[in-house]
Each structure stands twice: as C-alpha cells, then as structure tokens.
C-alpha cells in the first residue's frame, strides 16, 4: 500500500497538473483540463487521474495527504479579465495622485514580440485598475532618511476618507512617497481612516503600501498593493473554499501556496500578492532541483503549455531573482524568479491574415479547449494542436489517456479550408509550416534571451517541460548547440513537481540604499572618492580615507542589522499567524547590491543575519565573484564601491519533499512490450513510418532512433529521423543528433 504524502498543483490556463508523492519519494502525475469557473472541479478532476495510477480513488489520497501545494493563475486571471475588487480608492501623497496613469514606459512593452517593441505605434499601456476620481492627495512628506519634513495634514486624510466611501470604495489603500523608510504617516492615516469608516458604518478594509510592499519606489509599491487590495485578497476566499473541498474528502491538513521565489506560504500570509506568477515559478524551482540534481552551473528551462511559451535561467547554480514581477504588464515591486514569456503554445489560434495574407500564429489561444480536433470544444479556429493532429504526431485517440478523443479528419479538412486552400498548397505542407513557424518564434525567444545573459548556448544545459515541450522539442533546438538537451519523464506534470520541492517559507525583503567603499586592497577612484571626500570634510575629518572608510562600514553594518532585525520581526509575526512555532524557523539573508553608478542590482546570498564589519567585507567580496559568473571579471568595477539597495531574509521550515530516484541501466535495446505499433508522421515534406513506444514502459539505457514518436498519457515526444534519445538512470531523456553520439552516450552513462 501507498503512503501519498504531498500533493503539488499547477493550474495552467490549458491544462492542470498534479504530482502525487509518497513516503518514499516516488511519484505519479495527473492531467486534467482546466475548469475556469471553479478551479477546485478540475483540480479534483486531475487527482483522480493520477490516484487512479495507483489504484487508489481520491477519498484515500486525501485522507493520507500531509500537504497539499497549489500554484496557479487565479490572481492573474483576475486582473487580465478586470473581475477584481472593484472600485477602490486611494489616499496618496499630494502631487503623485497621477502615478498610476503615467506608470512607466516599459509598461507600454513590456510584454510585446521583439518586432513590436521596435515601433512605437504598437505600444500601449494597461487601462488602470483604479479610475482617477478614487484617487486622492493628502500634504505630508516623509524623507528618504525617514526624517519627517512636511507633517501629515490629518483633516485632509479624514475628508479624502470621506469623498471614496460616498464614491463607493469597497476598499481603501494608503500609500505615501517614502513610508518604506519611516511608515508613521500611513500608520497615523490609518487610524483616521478607520475612525471614519466605523463613524459612517460600513465595512471596508484598509491597506497600507509599507505592509505589503516596503521598498523604494512609488509605483512598484502602489502597483503591489494595489493588486493585492484587487486580485489577491479576493483569491484568499478561493483558496479557502479549495481547502474546504479537500477537508471534505477527509484530507486534514491546509493549502499552502507556491510563492513567486519557490517557498510555500499559508493562505493567510498577508503579502498573498507574492504568490501572483506562482506557476511559471514552480517550473523555474524544479529547474534548480535538476541542474543541482546533476551538476549544472548553468542551465536553461523552457516550458511548452498550450497558451505560452516561458524560458528560466540558472546562472552559477542559482535562478535568477528580479526585484519586481510583471503582472499583465503592471510592473509590481514584488520578487519573483525570472521567467520571460511569449504567447506561443499548443493552444495558439492559426489563421490568414486578411491583409498581409501570410500566416498569423496567436497570440490568443483555444486554451483547454484544445483545437477543432476535439468537437467538444465547440472551437472553430484551427491551431497548434491541429497541425500536430494532421501530420501525425499526437494520437487522437491517446489525447489525456484516451480520456478526450481527438477527430483527425476533421482537423485536417478543417486545416485545409482555413489555412492551406487560402495558401494555395497542400494540407500537411501548411500543418508543417505552421508547426515550423511557432518553433522558429520560441527558438528565436529561447536564443535571444540566452544571449542576452551574455552567453552563449553552449553554456547552458537545455530542460523542456510542459505539455507540449516534448512535441515541439526537436524543431525548437534545431541549430542551437546547447551542452545538453534533457526532457523528464514527467515534463507534462514538471512545474507542478516543482511546488513540491521547497519549504514552508516567508520571505520579506526592505530598502536600505546604503554606500560602501572599495575593500581595503582596491584604491578608490571617481565616485568613491567624492563620496568618501564629502563625508569626510562635513565631519571635519579631510585627509583621513581609512577613517572614512572604517566610519562608512561602520553605517552600513549598522543600517543593514536594522533592517534584518524588522524583517526578522515581520517574519515571526507571519508564522505565529500561521500557528507555527518560530523555534521551528532557520534563516536565510541576502542582500541586492551594485556597483556604484550601475543601474541593475544582484542577489547575493549572506552567511547570517548578524551584520558585522566583516560580514560586509564578505558581501562585497561575494557579489564580486557573483558578478564575475552572471557578466564578466573585466566588467567588475571595484574601485567605485558598492551599494546595499536591499535587505532580503527568509524565514523557512522544513517539509518533506520528493527525490528523483535512480534505476539501473538495462540495455540499449527497448522490451518488446514497450513498442505499440508504427504510424506515418511527415517531417520535412517526407512521410516515414516511425516507430511508436509507450514511454512508461521503457526502461534506463533504452535508445530510440528517429523517426518515432514515444507517448504517455500527459505527453508525447517527437523524435524525427537522424536525432536519437536516451533514457538515464533518473528517467530523463537526453537527445541529439546522430553525429553527437559518442559525446551524448558518454554524458548520460558518465554520471554527468
């Protein structure tokens, strides 16, 4: 009997996965279409698919479950659909009640193709999700040393109070220009606030920006509590009535929820606007797990759903963590893990374009409802996933299990009608062109942003994941030399494996914007010096460096203790909310810092959260080796000094988690009982009879030679003539071409 212990969820906009995990590590993945109106259905709909892989119904799975981990798109979906919290108001700093509507001008591209960003005539910016006539101005003003200069003018904060609850506000945020370094105004307005909301009796809540978001800069922190007042806060019922369905089937533990970094927080951790592009970053988690899994300094992962296409990186063992998070272009001051995305997947619509009458590929997508291959669905525009259908290489009648059945001759007169007769060519030359084409836009997205890290692709080991990444695979890395290209088993249910990885952590991060000079080894030369010269000549100290140098260490190390220490007391506030026991909690610190005059920050993990002098030394001397491994030695700049932007610490306890399990290696020959049949595919204007395999039963050290197609019932990989695969020991498959042999045999079987 079995022991299911974990449970990670990924809600996709297409498909929702889950990973099914048990005492010792071994897992089973389910598939199951994704349910819109009521996530919870197709959540359940996707456990069962992967209980019924070991025998067991979900009223068995929930009862033995210690944890069940969700990730997902509900805040997003919100925003993208405006079905939020709505209308709201705000109580801003008197001349910045504009923010919102000037944004900033990456807003206007942020999520355009590389083609668009080129021409202003496509940028555009996101209508605001609060009208200008909710916004209102009070005089205060806080400086960035937290010094006070212009007192708060309370009477202003009681009548804007006043004006947003007669306009209807069903919630008020205060957010002032500098309350992340001296929040005493938003605190005091509070109290006001409040005061007036019990005076006219109703009931709204409040939110302060230095609650959620403690950073510098206006719009960040007012986009970060703004979507958390309108998108998140109405989620957290969602998540609640997902638990609810779980207790009812006897599970007895709670829902914690994938953060956008890779911790799990509790579904009433305050900041919830942390967990807004949780499912890209579960996928990016299980990224690190494999590349640490084995050895990888540098890795790339690119994930293939059915309505977009994401790429993560792993520079120097680590992923890369951006301060902020793009939440449907809003740029919002929340961290995430970077993942750079593009609409392009299975699910994309094709059609002629009436003016160019070229081939339009997306951006909108059929999402769960697949394609005109599946009637079901009631879509009557082709795509993706039909091309796929004609030329052969997904099962119709394999499609989840067999669970949906897929029409290969409608598909294919409906191709012919929409695409190929406008085109004047045959039906599968189109289905071709068409699956060329989105392969040709995610290898020029996966390529430039790999080289835009300032490397090149044979740096990096390629991870594919996602539904459709194996499909997809072979055409997308045609002409990339990566070190390696590794496919899991189970990349249909890959990000959803990822949630399953981390610990129960809250990560809180402030502030500081502190200078420190050059280490004493490096002489200081522009900007260092003046810096270092003006204190030392307000001091009275002129002449005296080392002094200077010893006084600005002294600062920092004193400023960044601070902050660790209310970031520290925010944490434990978090998990005695949560009803945990903070000796349970162990630390991680870092810090964000720059060169001085620089422009872009970077992570640098710390050894503790005890700052001291000597902790400083070490810093620096971390993110100059950091530096060095993300750019390049030879553009360190030393001599400035550096700039603490940003106290970061972690609070984590610890979870059990899965681990890939290793089987020997049985042969290059696959069993008998793993071969299905043969079937025709077209590749290249050629028809061939390729071989096909069912994927669970082939066995470490089995090599398959193109043409064939390997299938389960999440996924299906394409493996076309002249390119082989191999399963290791960890049932990955490594492919590559036949004349890479030698070089892929020895990476697989030499315990790379």
Not at 547 to 566: C, D, I, V
Request: hydrophobic residues 40%; proline residues 5%.
């Amino acid at each position: 009997m079995r022991r299911p212990m974990i449970l990670g969820i990924d809600t996709g906009g297409t498909m929702t996965d889950t990973v099914l995990v048990d005492e010792k590590g071994e897992f089973t993945i389910g598939k199951a279409q994704t349910t819109p109106e009521f996530e919870a259905k197709g959540i359940i709909n996707s456990l069962k698919n992967a209980a019924e892989k070991w025998n067991m119904d979900v009223e068995d799975v929930a009862k033995s479950l210690k944890i069940v981990i969700y990730s997902g798109t509900i805040m997003l979906n919100r925003i993208l659909e405006r079905k939020g919290v709505y209308p709201l108001g705000i109580i801003t700093t008197a001349g910045f009640e504009d923010t919102l509507r000037i944004g900033r001008s990456r807003q206007s591209w942020n999520t355009l193709s590389y083609a668009e960003r080129l021409h202003a005539i496509s940028h555009f910016y996101p209508e605001p999700l609060i009208p200008r006539n909710m916004i209102m101005g009070v005089r205060e003003r806080i400086l960035i040393t937290g010094n006070e200069m212009i007192p708060l003018y309370e009477d202003e904060v009681e009548e804007a109070a006043k004006r947003l609850i007669r306009r209807g506000a069903k919630g008020i945020i205060i957010m002032f220009l500098n309350s992340w370094a001296n929040p005493v105004h938003e605190l005091r307005s509070k109290e006001i606030v409040e005061k007036v909301i019990k005076d006219t009796n109703v009931n709204i809540p409040v939110y302060l920006s230095h609650r959620i978001a403690p950073v510098l800069g206006e719009l960040g922190r007012l986009n970060a509590v703004v979507i958390h007042a309108y998108a998140a806060e109405v989620s957290r019922e969602q998540f609640r009535k997902l638990e609810s369905e779980f207790n009812s089937r006897g599970y007895r533990g709670t829902v914690s929820i994938f953060t956008n970094y890779g911790t799990l927080v509790p579904i009433e951790y305050e900041r919830l606007v942390h967990t807004i592009s949780s499912g890209p970053a579960g996928g990016a988690t299980a990224v690190k797990y494999l590349s640490e899994t084995y050895g990888f300094d540098y890795a790339v992962g690119i994930d293939i759903g059915g309505t977009s296409f994401d790429v993560s990186s792993i520079l120097a063992g680590q992923p890369v963590i951006d301060p902020v998070t793009t939440a449907e272009r809003f740029v919002t001051a929340v961290p995430s893990i970077r993942v750079v995305s593009i609409g392009a997947g299975t699910g994309s619509f094709v059609r002629i374009d009436p003016v160019t009458r070229g081939v339009r590929i997306g951006p909108d997508s059929a999402g769960y409802k697949i394609g005109v291959s599946w009637k079901e669905g009631k879509v009557k525009t082709v795509t993706v996933n039909d091309a796929m259908v004609v030329l052969g290489y997904i099962n119709p009648d394999y499609f989840l299990g067999g669970d949906i059945k897929l029409d290969r001759e409608h598909a294919t007169k409906e191709f012919e009608e929409q695409i190929a007769s406008k085109l004047g060519i045959d039906v599968y030359e189109a289905a071709w062109g068409v699956y060329q084409m989105v392969s040709e836009r995610m290898r020029l997205h996966l390529e430039s942003t790999v080289r835009s890290l300032g490397l090149s692709p044979e740096n990096f080991y390629l991870i594919i994941y996602g539904g459709g990444g194996p499909l997809l695979v072979a055409s997308v890395v045609n002409g990339l030399k990566f070190a390696g290209t590794l496919i899991p088993e189970l990349a249909p249910a890959f990000s959803a494996y990822g949630t399953t990885l981390p610990d129960l952590g809250i990560r809180a991060e402030g502030s500081v914007e502190v200078y420190v000079p050059p280490l004493p080894e490096v002489t200081p030369v522009g900007i260092a010096v003046d810096i270092m010269k003006g204190i030392a000549k307000m001091l009275g100290m002129e002449g005296e460096v080392e002094g200077m140098r010893s006084l600005l260490y002294a600062n920092a190390t004193s400023r960044l203790g601070e902050a660790w220490k209310r970031l520290e007391e925010y944490v434990k506030e978090e998990f005695k909310r949560a009803g945990i026991d903070e000796e349970k909690i162990s630390w991680n610190a870092a810090v964000r810092m720059l060169y001085a005059g620089m422009l872009d920050d970077v992570e640098v993990s710390s050894s503790t959260h005890e700052a001291s002098d000597k902790l400083i030394t070490e810093l620096c001397e971390a993110f100059d080796e950091l530096f060095a491994k993300v750019y390049a030695s030879s553009a360190r700049s030393r001599e400035f000094g550096y700039v603490i932007t940003r106290a970061i610490l972690t609070g984590l306890v610890k979870l059990t988690k899965p681990k890939l399990r290793e089987y020997a290696i049985i042969g290059k020959e696959p069993m008998a009982d793993s071969f299905k049949e043969e079937r025709e595919i077209y590749w290249d204007g050629k028809w061939y009879n390729a071989k096909i395999y069912e994927m669970g039963l082939l066995q470490p050290g089995n090599e398959i030679e193109g043409p064939a197609v390997i299938e389960a019932p999440a996924t299906t990989l394409v493996v076309p003539p002249s390119t082989k695969v191999i399963l290791d020991k960890r049932r990955v498959f490594w492919m590559s071409t036949k004349d890479m042999g030698s070089t892929l045999e020895k990476k697989v079987f030499g315990g790379v």
